[in-house]
Nanobody
Framework: QVQLVESGGGLVQAGGSLRLSCAAS????????MAWYRQAPGKQRELVAG???????QYTDSVKGRFTISRDNAKNTVYLQMNSLKPEDTAVYSC?????????????????WGQGTQVTVSS
């Protein structure tokens, strides 16, 4: 199996910064796309940022210029640097990884999720 463990959430004042980390471990052949999602109370989960294996990135409009997603393929880890945080960034942030695994002699791709980490931005 594969586990994703997130860290780095917490409480910060508006204008502050946080850095989230998500480390994958377990039976991994390779990791393809990785991404951060968030879900605020009463709202649907949304894609915040994504990164391909070769480093191409995408961001939702509300975080462009403030958040940066990156990854360390040697450590199977994805990061989210969040600057200039706003109260509306308050949410549970979860990472997602598309992982290739060898199962019964075949390489298959599966999606895995972390447990989520709370980010709270006070005004």
């Amino acid at each position: 199996q594969v586990q994703l463990v997130e860290s780095g959430g917490g409480l910060v004042q508006a204008g502050g910064s946080l850095r989230l980390s998500c480390a994958a471990s377990g039976s991994i052949f390779s990791i393809n796309d990785m991404a951060w999602y968030r879900q605020a109370p009463g709202k649907q989960r949304e894609l915040v940022a994504g990164i391909t294996k070769d480093g191409r990135t995408q961001y939702t409009d509300s975080v462009k210029g403030r958040f940066t997603i990156s990854r360390d393929n040697a450590k199977n880890t994805v990061y989210l640097q969040m600057n200039s945080l706003k109260p509306e960034d308050t949410a549970v942030y979860s990472c997602k990884a598309s992982v290739s695994r060898v199962v019964v002699g075949h390489v298959s791709r599966y999606d895995y999720w972390g447990q989520g980490t709370q980010v709270t931005v006070s005004s």
